[in-house]
């Protein structure tokens, strides 16, 4: 096995690099996505600057690549739901097409690479001029699994505190230069919230507290890094819920929607709707949406007027957050041909180069060239959460990080749901999680 | 005196059924006034609002969206494809098995029927995995066949069939057995025809399970010019889409539904003619 894997590598490099320079050719590139189809409003667009958001960036740039590209290589995108995109994904292996180019998330990413499913690609990389060493640290690392790199990291998406200045300032939590202040401890964020609350009559925190986003187990994981803890250790054998740290975390997150402070009958449109209609401060969302609310703000259609992002608060110590990565892999395929691998490499240099635009979707660059750039600070609200980009801190390569989220957020969510107490829900975590462990040996 | 108010707590009681039954009819219909509403307004409000049964501010353009896509023919075209040789197949294979459990003898009949009923137990992500391997050994996902064959052998229409052959009485049987008749021929020209009803009933049924199913259609079609309506539909859709594109989501609904509506107009008579057959009256 570990033979085959080395002479793939080989073969791979040596075909990239031998062709380096070749004479064109024609190769399909298969492009397996979710981020919804475009193809009605761009289409035929190759401007980038013209496209927005993440379905029209990332069709615009294929459109670009494909209208540009020199070597006669075509993209064709197919697109599938979110939901049910690992599915099929995983599904392509059986039924035989199996795509060139796929995005991933890197919590997902072990489940692929642990079972040989997935080219390696440092060597290609290294063929092609991707610099690696532009990659901020979280994001090379959600890429690599067992110190192989089999991914084209292209984003961090992490949570951010989404926040309603106007309703801060009434508060009086407005520093003179137009920030906000934001809690540094646990005490401090229950007492602002209580005055939040008693000065402006609405919701301190709106967050998603009812379906699958599982937007509190997010922020308490961060509480967690925060405290010094991972909550997956990172052989993937344990697992740290249950313990004093875990408690504080749980504790604060509790009483933010004992004491009312939080809204629990809020579910994910719920959370954006009172955000947008100024019914709460703060949103606890992800990058994802920045430039989403920003032109709801703009548009003067919603209540909220006057829009600011911030980094998650150290509010346990230090400055760390959930973050989680999309990126480019190259399923394996026995018979994808030199050509076609060449031709993939090729799509994904391309995106790699373009790295700049998806930023603009909102997600915090990967490549720290591109953070750097003055370019990127001038996009909407990007100098205010920048620091994101450090604090990101990657999940542990462990399989089935999915399900242990999902296993997670029931019992947490009951917390503030059914009125479970945070030692019990914790207790019930701890279980659950164990267990998708045990099965992961 | 007696008869009078008789009828008088007849006409009230009509009354008080009909009112209930609208009233409930009105609950029923709510959900799918608002989702029509949300299909007609601009997705950048219904991300500040989702309240409201009027669809103001109006648009098309969720509409126009789906109709501008070049793929939406083919899809509706394997969707149709699906659903009707689905129907033929299910149609065929339950009349016959029917009719057989119903009147014919034969050895493990009694066993037979019962391991047929026992399929109804057995949920179909039990065997979703098997199903798919086997499949994919074959070779043939990504195929029309793939996404018929293993819907046809239907227990509860095997069970429809049965029961309703069984009360059909003998004498129009024993007619054409005088007169040598075999049991294909008095199948074929004598139950057949009787069983328009239910053939009718179970084929709708089929249909709108064939052209509603996902589950299946994701795994198996995993190529976008092999998508059924549903899974092209849903393909389509961006991350978040429940938040920031409501509108083109509950237009997809609409529009995938409407196929469905129409053929639930047409044949209405029937549908509540089959819930009460099923119910066994």
Not at chain 1, 140 to 162: G, S, V
Not at chain 2, 106 to 128: C, D, N, S, Y
Not at chain 2, 211 to 220: A, E, G, H
Request: with cysteine; aromatic share 12%.
């Amino acid at each position: 096995m570990h033979h085959s894997k080395t002479l793939a590598r080989l073969a791979l490099a040596t075909a990239l690099v031998g062709s380096a320079g070749s004479a064109a050719f024609s190769a399909d590139i298969s492009f397996l996505r979710f981020f919804g189809d475009c193809q009605t409003e761009y289409g035929t667009v190759t401007d980038v600057a013209a496209a927005n958001g993440e379905c029209g960036i990332i069709t615009v740039l294929t459109n670009k690549f494909n209208a540009e590209n020199t070597i006669g290589a075509k993209v064709v995108t197919q697109t599938v739901d979110w939901g049910a995109y690992y599915d099929q994904l995983t599904a392509t292996y059986s039924t035989g097409n199996i795509p060139d180019v796929a995005v991933m998330h890197s919590s997902v990413l072990p489940n692929f690479s642990d079972r040989d499913l997935l080219t390696p690609l440092g060597d290609a990389f290294a063929a092609a001029g991707i610099d690696t060493a532009d990659f901020v640290p979280a994001a090379l690392k959600n890429a690599t699994t067992k110190d192989t790199l089999y991914a084209l990291p292209y984003d961090l998406h992490a949570l951010l505190f989404h926040v309603n200045t106007d309703l801060m300032k009434e508060a009086g939590f407005v520093n003179d230069d137009g920030t906000v202040r934001l809690p540094t401890s646990p005490e401090e964020m229950l007492s602002m919230g209580r005055e939040f609350k008693e000065k402006t009559g609405k919701y301190f925190i709106a967050a998603e507290s009812q379906s699958s986003e599982g937007m509190m187990v997010r922020l308490w994981q961060s509480f967690m890094w925060q405290q010094g803890v991972d909550v997956l250790a990172a052989d993937g054998k344990t697992a740290s819920i249950n313990t004093p740290e875990g408690q504080k975390a749980a504790d604060l997150i509790k009483a933010l929607y004992d004491e009312g402070l939080a809204n629990t009958a809020l579910d994910y449109p719920g959370a954006e709707q009172a955000f947008l209609n100024g019914e709460a401060g703060i949103l606890i969302n992800g990058t994802w949406v920045v430039d989403s609310y920003n032109a709801q703000a703009a548009s003067g259609e919603a209540t909220l007027k006057n829009y600011q992002v911030a980094n998650v608060p150290p509010i346990f110590g230090a400055s760390k957050v959930w973050a989680d990565s999309h990126m480019w892999v190259m399923p394996k395929d026995e018979s994808r041909t030199p050509e076609e691998a060449e031709a993939a490499m090729a799509f994904m240099k391309f995106l790699n180069d373009n790295n700049f635009q998806w930023a603009r979707t909102g997600h915090l660059s990967v490549r720290q060239s591109v953070i750097d750039s003055p370019e990127f600070a001038a996009l909407p609200h990007r100098g205010e959460y920048s620091a994101t980009a450090e604090n990101a801190t990657a999940l542990p390569a462990v399989q089935n990080q999915r399900a242990i989220f999902a296993a997670m957020y029931s019992d947490f969510n009951a917390m503030w749901l059914t009125g479970t107490s945070s030692a019990d829900a914790l207790s019930a975590m701890q279980d659950s999680v164990d267990q998708i462990l045990r099965r992961n040996r | 005196m007696s008869s009078a108010f008789r009828t008088g707590t007849g006409r009230a009681t009509d009354w008080i059924l009909l009112g209930a039954t609208v009233v409930f009819s009105i609950l029923w219909l709510l959900p799918i006034i608002w989702v029509v509403a949300m299909s007609l307004k601009p997705n950048a409000e219904l991300m500040r609002s989702t309240a409201g049964f009027l669809p103001v501010p109006f648009t098309f353009d969720n509409y126009i969206g789906i109709t501008k896509l070049a793929t939406v023919p083919r899809w509706l075209m394997h969707s149709f494809v699906v659903a009707a040789s689905m129907t033929a197949m299910v149609l065929i294979v339950s009349s016959l098995a029917g009719y057989a459990f119903a009147r014919l003898d034969f050895p493990f009949k009694r066993t037979l029927f019962l391991l047929t009923l026992a399929g109804l137990m057995v949920p179909e992500q039990a065997v979703f995995i098997p199903l798919f391997t086997m499949f994919a050994d074959w070779g043939m996902h990504n195929t029309h066949a793939a996404l018929v064959m293993p819907r046809v052998a239907v227990p509860i229409g095997v069970f429809l069939m049965t029961q309703f052959f069984r009360a059909v009485p003998r004498e129009l049987e024993e007619a054409a057995e005088l007169d040598h008749a075999s049991h294909f021929t008095i199948f074929r020209r004598i139950m057949l025809p009787l069983s328009v009803p239910a053939l009718t009933t179970l084929g709708l049924f089929t249909f709108i399970f064939a052209w509603n199913d996902f589950l299946w259609p994701l795994v198996s079609a995993t190529r976008a010019d092999m998508f059924t309506v549903t899974v092209g539909l849903a393909s389509i859709q961006g991350n978040f889409a429940f938040s920031e594109g409501l509108g083109s989501v509950m237009a997809s609904a609409v529009f995938a539904s409407l196929p469905i509506v129409i053929l639930f107009l047409i044949f209405q008579r029937f549908i509540v003619a089959g819930v009460a057959l099923g119910t066994g009256k």
